[in-house]
């Protein structure tokens, strides 16, 4: 069965730096999201992409965040100078379509991030 | 804005009994779709069951039936003859059925299930 896979499981990063959380939609999928969970509290959304543009982004989507595709397959999360707040289980989602017609969203395992 | 609201942080069941987990949302759109999502401990978002809201029969997939009141804004989920595996979080979800949305779900904040043997 076709599934959304993301890499790396657990990434540990100094305050500061930069990090890529990266995921593979399945493959005939158009439509890709970003969404964090922090620990204890609820699934949140950052961002939608479709057509190689951000359709939709949440508030927590500021400047320190960036989406791109960058081969057709790989659909990569960047945050730019991580916080202490940052650390989260980020969890990538991908669905055939959307909209009215839309279809289930199908998620990654999370890549669970700790800035320390 | 649209809300999800999950009113009971935890709740437990013994194993072959029925349990229900409550979900009441809020939204002023008439077109859009409900979903239940179980978290296990991999952490892992695995879609349990969907309801249209244009639909009024509620939605089934096995041991997993809603109890979807759309007047009342409720979506309630319940499972029979429960097993040890139905341990986990389960996460209300909503997501507006309009053509300008391009489909981001908006979670409640979740119910954990435990299920004593």
């Known amino acids: 069965e076709p599934e959304v896979t993301q890499t790396p499981s657990h990434q540990v990063t100094q305050m500061g730096q930069e990090v890529i959380l990266r995921c593979v939609p399945i493959s005939n999928h158009l439509y890709f999201y970003w969404y964090r969970q922090i620990l204890g509290q609820k699934v949140e959304f950052l961002v939608s992409f479709y057509n190689n543009e951000i359709s939709e982004k949440s508030e927590i989507f500021d400047d320190q965040f960036s989406v791109e595709r960058p081969d057709g397959s790989n659909f990569t999360l960047k945050i730019r100078s991580t916080k202490l707040e940052d650390s989260a289980m980020y969890f990538c989602?991908?669905?055939?379509?959307?909209?009215?017609?839309?279809?289930?969203?199908?998620f990654g395992q999370g890549t669970r991030l700790t800035v320390v | 804005a649209q809300t999800v609201t999950q009113s009971q942080p935890e709740m437990s069941v013994q194993e072959a009994e029925t349990v229900t987990l409550s979900c009441t949302y809020d939204t002023s759109e008439s077109d859009y779709y409900l979903f239940w999502y179980k978290q296990p401990p991999s952490r892992q978002m695995i879609l349990v069951i969907r309801?249209?809201?244009?639909?009024?029969q509620n939605a089934t997939e096995n041991r997993f039936s809603v109890n979807f009141q759309k007047a009342a804004k409720s979506f309630s989920l319940k499972i029979s003859d429960s097993q040890l595996g139905d341990a986990a979080m389960y996460f209300c979800?909503?997501?507006?059925?309009?053509?300008?949305?391009?489909?981001?779900?908006?979670f409640g904040k979740g119910t954990k299930l435990s299920v004593k043997p």
């Open positions: 989602a991908s669905s055939e379509r959307a909209g009215p017609s839309n279809t289930e969203a199908f």
């Open positions: 979800a909503y997501k507006g059925g309009y053509g300008g949305s391009q489909g981001n779900l908006i």
């Open positions: 309801q249209e809201a244009y639909k009024q």
